[in-house]
């Protein structure tokens, strides 16, 4: 019978050192995330560190269609709520603006100047601000702990205004982190500084989501054997709990290719995160 138990929790969520020719990212994504905005804002379609808060990572990005808007689509950036920010990641929005969705993508506030439940706020605060400037459906995404911040905003104890949580046609996590106490016992903790309490009040798969959510989490099936517990953790749980849920593990990927789809119109990923 086969046991399992982890001995090492810092290699268990340890990616760079687990995925080969790892040195590559996050410059892989600079030049191109550059060269979209470029472009869009050569076309007027790109709108820079539009404020949504007071503090100075209190930014967001807003790209647009080439046409009226169809709904909105919100990205939230990785980095296990330590490091990267919005600049990285402009490229990713290639694929829902080509089917003709806004797309918002903020920067928070990075730990330790903030705890985890601080980040949950901020974002929720640059969500409301994107939604009142364009109308029509809300989809949701993030990569790693931008995969938690997106699955949190659709909880009962989310930080959204009412009228925007009920604008939420879908949610789709990227190797999200959905249960943050395994996180207690990496060294990242040293600066996260999660509590049981905060654990237990942040973690998507120990809250109970919103009536009418839809969410799909998605996974490479090369990222440590954590990540696709995690995957597949929220959407058991939130299956038991009423909301529509699917779990995908798209194969031949990783913890930093596993987002490239977002940036292609046609991919899988880029269509099931804005399909009905």
């Given at each position: 019978m086969p046991r399992h138990r982890i001995a090492d929790w810092d290699n268990a969520y340890a990616n760079g050192a687990n995925i080969a020719g790892s040195d590559r990212w996050p410059a892989a994504w600079t030049e191109p995330a550059q060269a979209f905005r470029d472009a869009l804002s050569a076309e007027g379609r790109a709108h820079i560190d539009i404020a949504y808060g007071d503090r100075p990572r209190n930014r967001f990005d807003l790209f647009l269609p080439d046409a009226a808007p169809k709904g909105?689509?919100?990205?939230?950036?990785?980095?296990?709520?330590?490091?990267?920010?919005?600049?990285?990641?402009?490229?990713?929005?290639?694929?829902?603006?080509?089917?003709?969705?806004?797309?918002?993508?903020?920067?928070?506030?990075?730990?330790?100047?903030?705890?985890?439940?601080?980040?949950?706020?901020?974002?929720?605060?640059?969500?409301?601000?994107?939604?009142?400037?364009?109308?029509?459906?809300?989809?949701?995404?993030?990569?790693?702990?931008?995969?938690?911040?997106?699955?949190?905003?659709?909880?009962?104890?989310?930080?959204?205004?009412?009228?925007?949580?009920?604008?939420?046609?879908?949610?789709?996590?990227?190797?999200?982190?959905?249960?943050?106490?395994?996180?207690?016992?990496?060294?990242?903790?040293?600066?996260?500084?999660?509590?049981?309490?905060?654990?237990?009040?942040?973690?998507?798969?120990?809250?109970?989501p919103m009536d009418g959510v839809r969410i799909t989490c998605w996974v490479g099936g090369g990222e440590r054997s954590e990540f696709l517990r995690q995957n597949a953790l929220l959407a058991n749980i939130w299956t038991g709990l009423g909301a529509t849920t699917s779990a995908v593990v798209e194969p031949d990927r990783h913890h930093y290719d596993i987002v490239d789809g977002l940036a292609d119109p046609a991919h899988a990923l880029t269509r099931t995160l804005i399909s009905e």
């Open positions: 909105l689509v919100v990205f939230i950036h990785g980095g296990y709520w330590l490091e990267s920010n919005k600049s990285g990641w402009s490229h990713l929005a290639r694929g829902a603006v080509g089917n003709g969705f806004a797309v918002a993508m903020p920067s928070y506030t990075l730990c330790p100047d903030i705890r985890i439940a601080g980040i949950v706020r901020e974002i929720g605060a640059a969500i409301d601000k994107a939604a009142a400037m364009v109308g029509g459906p809300l989809m949701l995404t993030g990569h790693s702990a931008g995969g938690h911040l997106a699955s949190r905003m659709v909880t009962t104890s989310t930080p959204l205004a009412t009228d925007v949580a009920k604008r939420i046609r879908h949610v789709v996590s990227i190797s999200g982190l959905h249960d943050l106490r395994p996180l207690m016992f990496t060294g990242h903790n040293a600066a996260l500084a999660i509590d049981e309490a905060e654990a237990l009040a942040e973690s998507p798969a120990l809250l109970r």
